[in-house]
């Protein structure tokens, strides 16, 4: 490969680091071609780009970035694919739906909300990372549980105190 490739190569992955939040480096190593095509069409389904690099062009793109990847360098051997996503938990959902099904793929490191994951038994750890939408949705129903509590409130006590009323006012005297 001609350097000015290898050039182009680089410069094209430090802009996906930079365009996706999220990143995740995956063993491939044992996939056919079926197999292969099958994770990416997944992946496209998720909202998530797989791209299998070499290990030392990826290095060297993540050392053009601004943030320390060096934790990162020991997990580049052997075949990678990287997940960029803008949701920091779909890939590790489907990373472990497809390792239960079949043993492969494989976690080897993830740079997840600003904190790098290295190992494949952090793939529950980053299977429970919340989404801003989950967090919010979380928040949203927090936020409405007392308005709601109060609102119902109201309404019985001015049911009840009708009942009342009425039962007082139906009363013979």
Known sequence: MKKEDKQIIIKQLG????????????DVTGLNAQQTS??????????IKMVVVKNTLLQKALDAEEVDYS????CLKGTTAVFFCNTANVPAKLLKEESKATGIPALKAAYAEEGIYVGADQIDTLCSIKSKAEVLA????LLQSPAKNVVSALQGAGQTLHGVLKTLGERPE
Do not use: I, M
């Open 38 to 47: 099958d994770l990416r069409r997944k992946c496209f389904k998720q909202e």
């Open 71 to 74: 934790p990162l360098y020991g």
């Open 138 to 141: 979380e928040v949203v129903a």
């Open 15 to 26: 802009e996906k680091l930079n365009e996706y939040a999220h990143f995740y480096l995956v």
